[in-house]
């Protein structure tokens, strides 16, 4: 009775094909993965922020009566650690509060205030700036400590106004940035902010409105992979 089995050749070149194929669909898949994890902590961080910041506008009015810097005064960290311990720390679930420092000329300046939420998200809010506070969420905590994150990849921007509750009322409690705007070819090209616009200075702050307006997931032609 014949015995039929495979050669050493035929295991190796078998071997040799499934690693070809593992070596062009693994970053494919892994790349994929990242994208879903990121979206995931996206959706979650908004969640968790627009309901503390619902719950805090019912016990202390709505943003405009709040604390807010005068327009062009000066905003530090100790200004700020002061508001985000009465508008959001009660309302936000075993947090970590830094307040960061950062290396500009050889000296030690303000950084914002860095918050750490429970599932290790990371946020750092560093300043009010004409009555709207931004605020950025770092998916890759990496990049932000060596301050190397790329919005829309690394970092995405919320935030909220005070003065505006006349407008869209996402302007006035916690959203993207840019929430009112709906515009997709704007969202993408906007010659200042708009997500795909890497060369500008701001480019990339409508990174984190697209994404949203599209149901929280990366339309088909995001200039990053992840």
């Known amino acids: 009775m014949k015995i039929y089995g495979f050669t050493l ?13 593992a070596a062009l669909t693994l970053p494919t898949i892994m790349s994929k993965y990242r994208e879903q ?4 902590k996206l959706k979650k961080f908004y969640s968790t922020m627009q309901q503390a910041h619902l719950r805090s506008i019912a016990d202390n009015g709505e943003v405009d009566s709040w604390d807010w810097v005068a327009q062009g005064g000066e905003s530090t960290n100790e200004i700020l650690l002061s508001w985000f311990n009465k508008y959001w720390a009660p309302y936000l679930n075993n947090i970590r509060i830094i307040d960061r ?21 990371v946020a750092n809010m560093a300043g009010f700036s004409g009555n709207y506070l931004h605020v950025s969420l770092y998916t890759n905590y990496k ?28 302007l006035t409690r916690f959203d993207t940035y840019a929430c009112n705007k709906n515009d997709e070819q704007e969202l993408k090209f906007n010659s200042g902010y708009g997500c795909y ?6 480019g990339g702050a409508y990174c984190t409105r697209l994404i949203q307006a599209n149901g929280w997931k990366l339309p088909q032609d995001y200039p990053y992979k992840f």
């Open 143 to 170: 990049t932000f400590m060596n301050e190397s994150a790329i919005k829309g990849k690394d970092s995405f921007l919320f935030g909220f106004a005070a003065n505006l509750s006349n407008l869209d009322k996402c």
């Open 37 to 40: 994890v990121t979206m995931s």
């Open 9 to 21: 050749a035929e295991v190796l070149i078998t071997l040799g094909i499934i690693g070809i194929i």
């Open 197 to 202: 616009n890497k060369e500008a200075i701001n």
């Open 101 to 121: 420092k950062v290396l500009k000329d050889n000296d030690l300046i303000d950084g914002g205030i860095t918050f750490i939420l429970g599932d290790g998200s």
